[in-house]
């Protein structure tokens, strides 16, 4: 027994009630289960942290194998933190104001966790964010100080925005206030009429516990009004301060913000929350109550976060998949269920295949490959638009669901053809297939040289064309290589497909092609051969001695005339 207590302290794991411990030793054959009715006294609460397992049952506390949470018991500020909060007293202090302020949210919780916060929130009781920032400017010019520009963000109720919300920089650092706040539902109505309220009323009308706390700067201590947000934090829970549904009525986009921050930290979603995150109503309060924006930013911070493939999976077993990204109506081929599994398929795939090879990819490079593996199996998916044009569903998710960028429609698009077009010369690659027999229908035009030189110039032009994001269409085509029907296959037979094209692309030093300059410009091109003015045929030149340099590299500015001279000595003849 004293062995075991003696291990417990050294793991560090504090509880304040009675639990049941279970742990595993090698030489045992049988897990030894211990009854601590009082573990206080090995555990003082003097530990810089507490640790908790996040898998802890509340019927009986065993504890599972799974990775404890370690939530610090006290938040260190960092030098710039003390400068704000201390100039944020001060001002208190100079107008005699008694307004409590507290940092909120996201900061709060990661703070705790030992995680740097750049993004500060602050709540104020008593007063409006922009009366706050006033207060603050009088006080820089009271002190013969340079006064910050105010920003203010109006509410939109209409839209689940329902605080107005005013930002400055203080010591180079941007600061949010807004106003603490209750709400109150009229019938009929799912806008709330909005009130000062009071620090727990706010901290219960927040998306989830773990994001209630608050840090008060006025006492320099961390405010748990829910009772359940440290709690939580260390168990590594998502709940909601109210009833799941309530909190998700309210404003629809905690559903995401719930999905992306079990992912992120890897917490778990409580079953209640999960079955409100499915309700039809609450599907349908995503699709009218919250502006697309919105919708776009939240899915974004997912595929940009530490756990895209993650997020993703929550999202389609929620069902919420095609409620995000929203497809148009009459779409061709239709899409059915089974693209749920596709497109989370692939994107997984794509992901292990991307950490496989080890490709080093820029976070924007990065996220547009997983966006262009996610919707890898819509590539070929059209609609009619309003003018009755055939338009990708690809480009309708990004501009009209996502409301994303438009170059993020654009680059993925190009993903999704630059894989395609990758894919019919691969063969050619691995085997020396020979170039007449490959299934080239993208390029209808090829200069005539020697074979061999037709690869090189057909992978330039595909390059000049994605640019630096080849390598992302590269590891897409590998996915779809020999595997059109199945999102299943060898990794590692991938992983040999993709280096042997990279080595072959990077042997013909196509890597930087889009980088080289025209040998002749257009109105060289006119002069040389006497054309008078520029249009169609001076287009086709350039095509033709585009293909030229990318088949010569090391050809001069004299043997391009002489070769185009040429060219255009046969054409007349």
Known sequence: MAKITEKITQLGWFYGSSLTATFTRKPLLVPATVKLNNPLFPFPRTQVLYRCCRAMSKSNGTLSSSRPVMVKENIDLTDKEKQIFDRLRAVLRHFSLETKLRVAGGWVR????????????????????????????????????????????????DQSKHLETARMRL????????????????????????????????AYRRDLTINSLFYNINTCSVEDLTGRGLEDLKCGKIVTPLPPKETFLDDPLRVLRAIRFSARFKF???????VAAADNDVKSAISDKISRERVGHEIDLMVSGNQPIKAMTYVSELGLLWVVFTPPENCDPSISKEHDKACVGYMDLAWRHMHGVGCSFSDEQRRLYLYASLLLPLRKTVYLDNKKKTVPVVNYIFRNSLKLKASDA???????????????????????????TAEITWETEVIDVDVPLKLRILLGLLLREIKDLWRAALMLSTLLYKNDS?????????????????????KLGLDK???????????????LLELGK????????????LQWQLAYPSGSVEECIDWMTRQAQLKQA
């Open 110 to 157: 990661d703070k705790l966790l030992g995680k740097e916060c750049y993004d500060i929130d602050i709540a104020l009781d008593n007063m409006l964010g922009r009366e706050f920032c006033e207060k603050v400017n009088e006080y820089l010019v009271a002190s013969g100080e340079e006064t910050q520009g105010v920003g203010v963000i109006q509410s939109n109720p």
């Open 171 to 202: 010591f180079d650092v941007w600061i949010d206030f807004v106003n603490l706040r209750s709400e109150d539902y009229c019938e009929n109505s799912r806008i709330p009429t909005m009130q000062f309220g009071t620090a727990e009323q706010d």
């Open 268 to 274: 778990e979603m409580v079953e209640e929350l999960k």
């Open 410 to 436: 654009d680059d993925v698009m190009r993903l999704h053809s630059a894989a395609e077009k990758l894919l019919s010369l691969i063969p050619v690659v691995l085997s020396g297939e020979n170039m007449q």
């Open 486 to 506: 199945s999102v299943e296959g060898d990794l590692e037979q991938r992983r040999q497909v993709f280096m042997e094209v990279e080595r072959e692309i990077l």
């Open 513 to 527: 092609v889009w980088e080289i300059k025209p040998l002749i410009n257009g109105k060289d091109i006119i002069r």
């Open 534 to 545: 520029g249009g169609p045929v001076v287009s086709e030149w350039q095509r033709k001695l």
